[in-house]
């Protein structure tokens, strides 16, 4: 047997040939655009809807690493058009607003040079760099992008107080240094051995207000969650330190710290907020998902009781 | 033929005529030949490696995990690439899916426009290349169950 190629049936078309039908339907399929390819646009909105975070990113990292760099440094990146570029930098943007990978971040960032000096750049190209370098932590790159274009408003980033003698398997994290203003200071999370609850919440979230009002409103349960619970913030491109400042003056029992690397805490699937995970030796045992209007107090109270042996 | 004249012919008494007919409808086969290729060329799934991954993936919104377990180890099993992209696949596993499930599905693979014809029992009977794998390149062999690609 020889080469069978796919076509769509044609022997149909061929029938009623003096039908008018049939020449609408010639016309209207031949005027489509049938050589625009819309490039990675399929592939990428595939790998968006991929629901697990990790899994996500570990996708993403590998359509960089299989189909877009090497597709991208096929040729000089100085013979880019225009149009060429725009479209590599928001392949970039997209990759690095989900992925925390310092690798991909330096080559959005040569790309963003390219497209720069070429004064090709708008407003949005900075800002997206900008998260990109503090998403994946080049805390250094990040204060010389900010000083080098004063001109875009780029918020100002944090100092960061590094950890000394730091161990290559120790979970970070990154928390307001109370006595020195925009300071963050690097440190090492541990999960408990015994039960403990952890918040994801963010100081931008309208939910994750509500549900620290609702439980502020509620002494007990406040008194409870000070001493057995800690609050985190996912990284994120876009961090602001004064919000994060003002949720930790506002509610000060439950004081957040960012997460330093998303990769740290695969157990935690899904980056929504507020959700309340109890751990019991890093492994998720319960969770109370979300924070509508009539609140989850209920729900939070049931497995405290059913955790801690606590009625609340 | 140019792309305008062959529009004008659409609609002329010209358009009548068998010969004129036939150099439309082979121009519209080649060009929906391009659009396959390119599909292929910018799909997801374009290789074994890139099977080895994705099948990997156990989140539920990911395509290929619309397929139950059996179905997805059948089908993954059944398929064939070369440097085109797929080749050969087991057609039979989506005899109990939908045909948006389908075209999902057959989307990672940028072959997605074969979902109307295994889901349209008039479509599959016409079809050329069903009931046929890719065993070697260019070689198409009679397999119930598959389906032959152009990129074979």
Request: charged share 25%; net charge positive.
């Amino acid at each position: 047997m020889t080469t069978k190629t796919f076509n769509i049936p044609t022997t149909s078309l061929k029938k009623g040939l003096s039908s008018i039908m049939y020449k609408f339907l010639l016309f209207f399929l031949i005027i489509t655009n049938v050589n625009a390819v819309t490039q990675y646009e399929n592939e990428l909105g595939i790998i968006e809807n991929i629901e697990n975070a990790h899994e996500q990113v570990r996708a993403l990292e590998y359509f960089y690493k299989k189909t877009f760099q090497p597709q991208i440094s096929s040729q000089k990146i100085e013979l880019y058009t225009e149009k060429q570029l725009k479209n590599i930098i928001k392949t970039f943007q997209l990759i690095t607003f989900y992925a925390q990978n310092q690798e991909i971040t330096q080559e959005h960032l040569k790309y963003f040079e390219v497209l720069r000096q070429k004064k090709w750049a708008e407003t949005k190209d900075y800002e997206d760099v900008f998260g990109a370098l503090n998403h994946s932590r080049l805390f250094q790159q990040v204060e010389l992008f900010y000083t080098k274009y004063p001109q875009f408003n780029l918020p100002k980033p944090p100092v960061i107080q590094a950890l000394k003698n730091k161990n290559p398997n120790d979970i970070l994290i990154l928390a307001l240094d109370q006595n020195h203003k925009n300071t963050l200071i690097t440190e090492v999370f541990k999960f408990s051995e015994s039960v403990e609850i952890l918040v994801v919440s963010r100081s931008g979230c309208h939910f994750s207000q509500r549900a620290a009002n609702d439980i502020a409103a509620d002494e007990p349960l406040t008194r409870f969650l000070k001493e057995h619970s800690k609050w985190l913030m996912h990284p994120s491109s876009r961090w602001s330190i004064s919000s994060f400042a003002d949720w930790n003056k506002k509610y000060p029992h439950f004081a957040t710290k960012y997460i330093y690397r998303a990769k740290d805490f695969p157990m935690i699937k899904s980056w929504e907020t507020p959700v309340f995970y109890f751990f019991k030796n890093g492994v998720i045992v319960e969770q109370v998902i979300g924070w509508p209007k009539e609140g989850r107090m209920q729900e939070l109270k049931s497995y405290i009781k059913k955790h801690f042996s606590v009625s609340l | 033929m140019n792309k305008l004249l062959l529009i004008l012919l659409a609609f002329s008494p010209l358009s009548f005529s068998k010969n004129v007919i036939d150099d439309v409808i082979n121009y519209f086969d080649e060009q929906i030949s391009m659009i396959q290729d390119l599909r292929q060329k910018n799909a997801l799934i374009k290789s074994q490696t890139d099977l080895d991954f994705y099948s990997g993936l156990q989140d539920k919104s990911f395509p290929l995990n619309i397929l139950d377990n059996d179905s997805k180890i059948t089908f993954v099993e059944s398929l064939r690439f070369n440097e085109k992209g797929i080749t050969t696949f087991d057609y039979t596993v989506f005899n109990n899916l939908s045909t948006d499930d389908t075209y999902k599905v057959l989307s990672l693979f940028g072959v997605e426009h074969t979902s109307k014809i295994i889901h349209n029992s008039k479509l599959l009977r016409e079809a050329d290349h069903i009931g046929y794998e890719c065993i070697r390149r260019a070689t198409c062999k009679k397999s119930t169950g598959f389906i032959c690609m152009s990129a074979c």
